[in-house]
């Protein structure tokens, strides 16, 4: 019998070069539909549910300080002061806004700016870990998917909406169209509309996923490698620690096919958190005087060496910026103060020759910066309103400013701020006379105001007529 020829075997190692090949081929011709496209091995439930919860303590934080911030401005009390058209209900308002402690707002505001920023690293990980489900077909299921479709798309472009101008407005770039606080006030109630909804969806869920062992295991399905330590073992005897979880639900953000990990699920959100920590560093300390400040590189009013001088504080507005000029503020300059007793004028020279007090007060702004106390000293609000007629019980005073343009150069402040003690015409600030950028001759200071209202330039103050 003749003998067969054997075919000749192919290298070994050919097969196996062309196998490693295969899975990169096949994932060049999948789409962003398919969840094999989709191969990073961090990404996966519990991932997404920590930093999901980490952005639902934050964001209900900025909500609240929101909030805060918008009662600051007395929105109820006059137009100038509340800039919303048509704000409807949207707009409640819930108590007048107080005059201590002193610090109030310099809190509330710098709380608010500063979680913004922080959380701006766990936002993105939070997007990039669900952003195969944006692109999962067929779009709507269900009514109940349609609805959790809803809510992601308001609160996802609703926080991105908020973050952008709110950055933007940190950095005194307004190149959005319209006013940052009309836009930031109605983007913040469809931001909530999603964010409420979407937790009420997601809460129970992300609760489930963390109370199985958080980010310290891997879980089942492919939430670990088969055959790893932390992977479910389906032989195991049920109730076992190694036996997979009956009640477990699939892992849907985990990658079908992941690539060979490169890094850990905890040490991806080590990175996350160190990006925060160094957004805290390099921004916090605007509100803060000394090294703090030096080191906060990230924002206009940090950073900088504002110079030797009582008057050496930071500042808004410039004189120069809103064109006031050394006529304007000169000997020509009076005071027009009005009331009951009718339209009285006063120079500089007679403000300084009335009884004068003195308070320790910080400046506040809305953009999230402030000072340390400054020693301020002028004549007393309480004291130009009984002038004006109302001996006993000082009302309501609207201010207004030689500034002839742009926002807040007119404020309202309510009787409680006018009342408090500490709330001055200020025309001097430590030690020494106001400077021009600081609102020379005269300006308004009031405990826990934001500092729009603590308005420069000072021209008229008219009591009781709000």
Known sequence: MPERRRTPALPARLPARLADRLPDRLTALRTPADPGFWRSP?????FTAVLGVVLLAGLTLLFVTGLLSYAAYNPDLDPVNDKTPGKGWLGFYLFAWPTGPHWLYRLTQGLHVTVGIVLVPVLLAKLWSVVPRLFALPPVRSVGHALE????L???GGALFQFITGLLNIQLDYIFPG???TLHFYGAWVFL?????HVALKLPQAVRVLRSGGIRRGGAGPLAAPGSPAAPDPLAAPGSPA????LAAPDTLAAPDPLPATLSRRGALVMVGAG???LLITSAGRSFDGPLRRIALLTPRGGTDQGPGPNAFQVNKTAAAVRITPADTGERWRLTVR???GELRFSRAELLAMEQHTAALPIACVEGWSTSDQLWRGVRLSDLAALAGYPDSPPDVFVESLQRSGSFRKAALRDNQVRDGRSLLALEVNGAPLSPDHGYPARIIVPAAPGVLNTKWVETLTFGEL
């Open 193 to 197: 509309a999603g964010f409420v909804t």
């Open 42 to 46: 961090v990404r996966g439930a519990r």
């Open 149 to 152: 479709r809803l809510s992601v």
């Open 179 to 181: 006013s940052f606080y």
């Open 339 to 341: 009331g009951p007793a």
């Open 276 to 278: 925060s920590l160094l």
């Open 243 to 246: 036996a997979p979880d009956p």
């Open 154 to 156: 308001l609160l996802v």
